[in-house]
């Protein structure tokens, strides 16, 4: 079965520290990427995403993705965290023809001022 | 500021109640969507209407019965539910359902509580 591996359950950073959340699929043909963001309090939005092209992917709030098809990962990436990017952070894939989303189990990050 | 809204924002109801979720999109858009998010569980699929049809029903249980009078507008009837269904219920829509890249836009939720 499709299955979206989030390896980081809980991440805690001091501000202007690099992050970056792993995210690992198991589909070995065409993949659509996603990741969404949930800030405290608010809904799930969208912070970037990936279905063709550059494997670079940039989003919001400076936030970048990049795809790398041998290692099925799409990480998700920022060099300098701020306070404001406290939130949990969900990968997601749709995998060939498949309309229905496959999402991660989350990853909450703490960034102390 | 989200497109989708969802009434109400929390919902505590007794295993023989019977309750409905509400869900409006102001987008425009022809697909919606129910999601059950639960505690140290991935995001679970339930529903999809695509144009007011059902194109999806991913085995849920029948004590929860979707409704979509039209494109803006979803429910979702809750009756003799079980305390495990006690979640957060996302809404959510897109522009099409059949596009595989489409953004899905997100409601608050419905903290729900089963007594």
């Given at each position: 079965a499709q299955s979206v591996s989030q390896h980081n359950h809980h991440v805690i950073l001091s501000e202007a520290a690099?992050?970056?959340?792993?995210c690992n699929y198991s589909y070995g043909g065409?993949?659509?990427?996603?990741?969404?963001?949930?800030?405290?309090?608010?809904?799930?939005?969208l912070l970037l995403k990936y279905f063709s092209g550059d494997p670079l992917v940039k989003g919001i709030?400076?936030?970048?993705?990049e795809f790398i098809k041998s290692k099925f990962s799409f990480n998700l990436?920022?060099?300098?965290?701020?306070?404001?990017?406290?939130a949990e952070y969900f990968c997601a894939v749709n995998a060939g023809n498949n309309r229905k989303l496959i999402w991660g189990l989350g990853t909450s990050l703490a960034v102390n001022p | 500021e989200t497109g989708v809204t969802q009434t109400p924002r929390h919902l505590v109801m007794g295993m023989t109640n019977k309750k409905s979720l509400k869900c409006e999109q102001h987008l425009g858009h022809n697909a919606m969507y129910w999601y059950k998010q639960s505690a140290k569980k991935p995001l679970e699929l339930m529903f999809v209407y695509s144009l007011e049809e059902r194109v999806e029903n991913n085995s849920v249980p029948s004590r929860f019965s979707p409704e979509c009078p039209n494109s803006s507008h979803?429910?979702?009837?809750?009756?003799?539910?079980?305390?495990?269904?006690?979640?957060l219920y996302l809404c959510a829509s897109s522009q099409d359902?059949?596009?595989?890249?489409?953004?899905?836009?997100?409601?608050?939720?419905?903290?729900?509580?089963?007594?």
């Open positions: 690099s992050l970056e959340l792993g065409t993949v659509n990427l996603f990741w969404y963001v949930q800030y405290p309090g608010q809904h799930l939005q709030k400076g936030f970048e993705a990436r920022k060099p300098s965290v701020q306070w404001s990017d406290t | 979803l429910f979702l009837h809750l009756h003799t539910l079980q305390p495990e269904d006690s979640a359902n059949s596009h595989l890249t489409d953004t899905q836009y997100f409601g608050p939720g419905t903290r729900l509580t089963v007594l």
